[in-house]
């Protein structure tokens, strides 16, 4: 037993290690436009590319950009593979059990379905969502049937191919699909988690405590706020139109 509490010990200290690193890895999916993605570069790209990078720089860190498929995220994180995750990740208390989150730097926002056709059934039909998502959880609450893909790309197919009746995901993530014309928003908005952050292990709260303060700075500064109409639009929820939320 002793051995066993002096292991998890050590595994614990040598992940904590990741501030005496020359590089902090951030890992991120590279699949989830137009929060993360891979351009035609081969490079991850997209809000959250910008955003750590601007993280980095006034956090005086040095940082390298690791893919990881979101299935694996945070067990890839605990097992020291890669020191932070920024890929769109909503902060939810199960995931808060695991991970140490930053504070949050998109505001709580909507999910949303969308489908081909309006008389889609989201409430007894199919329903495709992204594996181990909020939006997964929610559409085993509502009864719907539950069809789960690895990527948010493959749930899109699902409805254009007649797999299911209707995608759930961030609607963030949904409008530049809607506007490509095949598909429309159907039913009402689904309000789930409490924004979106970055995850740490629990073991490294001096990196988190060095990345909470510079999303204030950039929150105080209005940079934020500018990065997310870039890349969202500018009807996208920013802070200030935010507080008060969950």
């Given amino acids: 037993m002793n051995k066993l509490i002096l292991g998890t010990a050590a595994l614990a200290l040598s992940a904590g290690m990741a501030l ?4 902090v890895r951030l890992g991120t999916e590279g699949a989830y436009p137009p929060y993360n993605f891979i351009n035609d570069n081969g490079e991850v790209d997209g809000f959250e590319r910008e955003l750590g990078d601007e993280l980095c720089a006034r956090a005086e860190l040095t940082c390298e950009w690791v893919t990881n498929d979101w299935d694996s995220i ?6 020291g593979n890669y020191d932070a995750i920024i890929a769109g ?8 059990a695991v991970v140490d989150f930053s504070e949050a730097y998109v505001p709580p926002t909507p999910s949303a379905y969308a489908a081909t056709s ?9 329903v495709a969502a ?5 939006q997964a959880n929610h559409v085993v609450d509502t009864g719907a049937t539950l069809l789960e893909f690895p990527t948010p790309d493959e749930t899109v197919a699902a409805v254009r191919n007649g797999e299911a009746d209707a ?3 961030d609607k963030d993530f949904l409008v530049p699909v809607v506007a490509e014309g095949d598909m429309i928003f ?21 990196l988190k405590t060095k990345v909470d303060a510079a999303i204030q700075s950039m929150k105080a500064d209005g940079t934020l706020n500018d990065m997310i109409r870039k890349w969202f639009g500018d009807e996208a929820l920013v802070w200030g139109d935010a507080e008060g939320g969950n």
């Fill in 20 to 23: 005496a690193q020359d590089v």
């Fill in 74 to 79: 945070i067990p890839n994180l605990v097992s």
């Fill in 89 to 96: 990740m909503s902060i939810t208390p199960e995931r808060d």
């Fill in 167 to 169: 995608v759930i995901a």
């Fill in 118 to 126: 309006e008389d889609a059934d989201i409430e007894g039909g199919v």
């Fill in 186 to 206: 159907v039913g009402e908005d689904v309000p789930l988690g409490n924004g979106i952050g970055m995850a740490f292990r629990e073991s490294d709260p001096d």
């Fill in 130 to 134: 992204q594996t181990g998502t909020i």
